[in-house]
């Protein structure tokens, strides 16, 4: 112990080129490590989400949700799953279980099962829709897009095209629209034309059916290509879903669907008003890629925006919520002011007890330490986030505590006329125990939350 406590007293250079080198690989690290709001955790849930169009919670139950949790109840390793039927969709959340030593091959599993259902209504149109549930999956900032001197419908499109640029940005994985109503052909049937020409809803729904459909009839070969022949019948303006025909036979009049039912186009049923300053307006919300940095992807997103409103004259209110970059920018500010200050300080004080020179390295063990932290972090694939940022500020003081009691011992020898060499080895002898026993201490006061189960130990254990 003697000889190794020797050696590294006695090696200047070696201490100086490793507290350099730390500094230098700690600044490197934070010029390119991902800072992000949360860590990384997987919750272990899983969301499928089906749309039933038009079915009432009853039907969604048994036609759609029943056939699902059939699926579900086949599979080793989910803990429990709760479903929601309402109307028009239905919603199952699994989890899964902790015991469970391969997720991703339970996940596959379930998606598998999902897949396999071949009996839903022909009314469902889109696959159950299943994703994870983890923090990359959360947005980072909400936009709420308003236009007092726009019609509905204009403000409408300026959002769609708003949101097709946002998702080209760098880092942005999706955006949501909240108060976008989709648009949709609205057909309303006379049940007294109904009752009159014999006809059935049943058949009205077939006939529109058969009609709104794209067909693929074959292939057209030539000596130089070959060409897919597509026949295309979807619908794209309500005129042409007046002209199906419902009925024909060679006694009576051709009954087209114009003739029974009132058709126009418009928007969804609305399921939530915004406002945006009083007047209806819509929020995007931007999600990020997993490896995307959140203060550099925000950035980059309001950026855009206002590259995007000066494109329309300034005529959009833009207001911003929810932005996660601001509490990640607010704690990384925090610990910059406290290691600052914590530097400044021991200067001073350690300066005017002691001497500026052992007040000098003292201090220097602030930015080591926590420079050191970032690279360690960065070479392990971790990011800068909330919670990692509230740790450094924790153990600031501890760090100083130490480094102080380390330098007063050093210190202490100095003055009772040893050499410099004998009072650093002896003076760290000395209290190198106490110290150690100090951060044992403390390792094991938090040590108890590494046992923390659910959402909670996720965080703590990341």
């Not at 507290?19 to 700690?26: D, H, L």
């Not at 490590?33 to 089906?50: G, K, L, Y």
């Not at 928007?267 to 959140?294: M, T």
Request: charged share 25%; hydrophobic share 45%.
């Amino acid at each position: 112990m003697d000889s190794i406590l020797n050696f590294f007293v006695r090696q200047k250079k070696l201490a100086l080129v490793f507290t350099v080198s730390v500094i230098a690989i700690g600044l490197l690290a934070l010029s390119s490590i991902q800072r992000d709001q949360f860590p990384a955790v997987d919750f272990e849930v899983m969301s499928i989400s089906t749309a039933y169009p038009g079915a009432s919670p009853e039907d969604v139950e048994q036609n759609v949700t029943n056939l699902i949790e059939d699926e579900l109840s086949n599979i080793s390793g989910i803990e429990k799953f709760v479903s929601v039927s309402r109307e028009g969709r239905s919603s199952i959340t699994v989890t899964l279980s902790q015991d469970v030593s391969d997720i991703d091959t339970l996940k596959q599993d379930i998606r598998n099962a999902v897949n396999r259902i071949k009996s839903l209504p022909a009314e469902v149109t889109n696959l159950p829709n299943v994703r994870d549930q983890k923090t990359s999956r959360k947005s980072i900032i909400k936009i709420s897009i308003g236009a007092p001197d726009l019609s509905y419908a204009e403000l409408r499109q300026i959002t769609d095209n708003i949101a097709d640029s946002l998702e080209l940005v760098d880092g942005v994985s999706e955006v949501v629209k909240d108060g976008y109503l989709d648009r949709e052909i609205q057909i309303r049937i006379n049940p007294n034309k109904l009752y009159q020409h014999k006809l059935s809803l049943p058949q009205i729904i077939d006939s529109i059916a058969k009609r709104n459909a794209r067909y693929t009839v074959g292939q057209n070969h030539s000596e130089r290509d070959e060409k897919i022949i597509v026949v295309l019948a979807k619908f794209d303006q309500a005129e042409s879903v007046g002209d199906v025909i419902i009925k024909s036979t060679f006694q009576g009049p051709i009954v087209r669907l114009k003739d029974i039912a009132q058709i126009e186009s418009g928007n969804v049923e609305e399921k939530s008003i915004i406002r945006v300053n009083g007047k209806k307006g819509f929020i995007l919300r931007v999600r990020k890629q997993a490896q995307a940095d959140v203060i550099t992807t925000v950035d980059l997103v309001k950026e855009k925006i206002t590259d995007l409103n000066s494109k329309y004259d300034n005529q959009l209110q833009i207001f911003y919520s929810s932005d996660m970059s601001k509490y990640v920018r607010n704690r990384l500010k925090i610990v910059t002011n406290n290691g600052m200050m914590g530097l400044l300080l021991v200067l001073i004080v350690l300066g005017a007890f002691l001497s500026f020179k052992t007040a000098f390295w003292v201090a220097v063990s602030l930015p080591v330490s926590l420079l050191g932290t970032v690279a360690l972090l960065g070479a392990s694939g971790e990011t800068i986030n909330l919670v990692s940022l509230a740790a450094m500020i924790l153990v600031l003081g501890i760090v100083v505590d130490d480094s102080i009691i380390v330098a007063e011992s050093i210190h202490h020898h100095k003055q009772r006329g040893e050499d410099r060499f004998e009072s650093a080895t002896r003076g760290f002898k000395h209290v190198i125990m106490p110290v150690i026993t100090t951060i044992l201490t403390t390792i094991l006061a938090f040590s108890s939350m590494f046992l923390m189960g659910g959402t909670m130990g996720k965080f703590i254990y990341v």
